[in-house]
């Protein structure tokens, strides 16, 4: 990921994209799957944000290379999973926006904004 990172710092979207791919790629199932242990919780945690970072990574790159359209149901369906994920939130109005949907891009960031104004008591950031 760091290297798609900086791939797309310079610009280079479709390697970023390519690279945020190959990242997601290499997981296999989830970190220390089946194990229970308190010792485990914070790497649990860690993990999954790692994932996720990844995801949102991938179709950042895919949603810039104009690739939006395609990629709304799984945004949806990840904005389900993880309501209070902003970038996710982001980055679903983002494609619905480029999709030619400005209405469903702004109820959804009204559905985000009372979000986290029920569980946080905060707005959405910049």
Do not use: N
Not at 5 to 16: Q, S
Not at 45 to 52: G, M, N, P
Not at 66 to 73: A, I, K, L, R, S
């Amino acid at each position: 990921m760091a290297q798609a990172l900086a791939a797309r710092a310079t610009g280079e979207l479709r390697r970023a994209t390519e690279l945020a791919r190959q990242a997601e790629e290499l997981w296999r199932g989830e970190f220390a799957e089946g194990l229970h242990a308190p010792c485990l919780a914070a790497q649990l945690l860690r993990w999954a944000e790692k994932r996720l970072t990844v995801l949102e990574g991938r179709l950042a790159g895919q949603i810039d290379l104009g690739h939006f359209f395609e990629y709304v149901h799984e945004l949806v369906r990840l904005v389900v999973a993880h309501p209070l994920r902003e970038r996710l939130c982001e980055l679903l109005m983002l494609a619905l926006y480029r999709a030619g949907r400005p209405a469903d891009a702004l109820t959804a960031y009204d559905a985000v904004r009372q979000r986290l104004a029920e569980a946080l008591g905060s707005d959405p950031g910049p």
